[in-house]
């Protein structure tokens, strides 16, 4: 099956500077990439995916990159608030497997102030 | 948060007792997936439906079992519970009436197994 691995697993910056998290893929037919972001005691929440004919997708201040070739995609935070915080997850999956997600094992984000 | 509710929100529970948790969405979602989430782990799929008694094992399927007796109830059943099932439970649908992309967790089930 799918192998996702995430790194790291656990991050803290000043707030203001960027983040970035990185997972690899070992299923070369996986062609969906979503992030979840989940904070203390909630549900994960979709904050941004990425399909395999997609090199780069933005949404404000994230965006998601993706290398089919090497199998990794990054997520990328840029001017980081305290809001920020949280643990995010990425995870893929395929359609011939009914999307059914593998996920990364997390990573720990602190903005410090 | 897509209409999902999960029942109980938290449950202490003691080693060999049968566990039924509840997932139930208002919208007519096909499929429905139950995941466990541990520290270290992320999440894992434990079992899927794509339809009503249609359902299939995830990574994790060991000691759970799963019914769908109707579109908006998904049921996850621990038949005799153990120490390494305390974890917290995610549901999740994805909507629509195909298997798509993007799924939507409900608010999670906090099970304690002592």
């Known amino acids: 099956g799918e192998n996702v691995e995430q790194h790291p697993s656990t991050l803290s910056v000043q707030e203001g500077d960027s983040a970035v998290i990185k997972c690899t893929y070992s299923?070369?037919?996986?062609?969906?990439f979503p992030w979840y972001k989940q904070e203390l005691g909630k549900r994960p929440q979709l904050i941004i995916d990425?399909?395999?004919?997609?090199g780069e997708k933005k949404d404000q201040r994230i965006a998601v990159t993706l290398n089919k070739t090497a199998k990794h995609f990054s997520l990328h935070i840029t001017e980081t608030q305290p809001e920020d915080s949280a643990v995010y997850f990425c995870?893929?999956?395929?359609?011939?497997?009914?999307?059914?997600?593998?996920f990364g094992a997390g990573t720990t984000v602190t903005v410090r102030a | 948060d897509a209409g999902i509710t999960q029942s109980p929100r938290h449950k202490v529970t003691e080693t060999g007792t049968p566990v039924t948790l509840r997932c139930h969405q208002t919208?007519?979602?096909?499929?429905m997936y139950w995941y466990r989430q541990d520290p270290g782990h992320g999440l894992r799929l434990i079992h899927y439906?794509?339809?009503?008694?249609?359902?299939d094992k995830g990574e994790v399927s060991d000691g759970y079992s799963v019914s769908r007796s109707k579109t908006e109830d998904f049921l996850l059943t621990l038949e005799s519970a153990t120490s390494s099932q305390t974890s917290v439970y995610f549901c999740?649908?994805?909507?629509?009436?195909?298997?798509?992309?993007?799924?939507?967790f409900g608010p999670g089930t906090r099970l304690l197994v002592l």
């Open positions: 919208e007519n979602h096909r499929y």
């Open positions: 299923d070369s037919a996986s062609n969906y």
């Open positions: 999740a649908i994805s909507e629509g009436l195909t298997a798509q992309e993007t799924q939507y």
């Open positions: 439906s794509y339809g009503v008694k249609d359902t």
């Open positions: 990425i399909r395999s004919n997609v």
């Open positions: 995870a893929a999956s395929k359609r011939s497997n009914d999307y059914k997600l593998s």
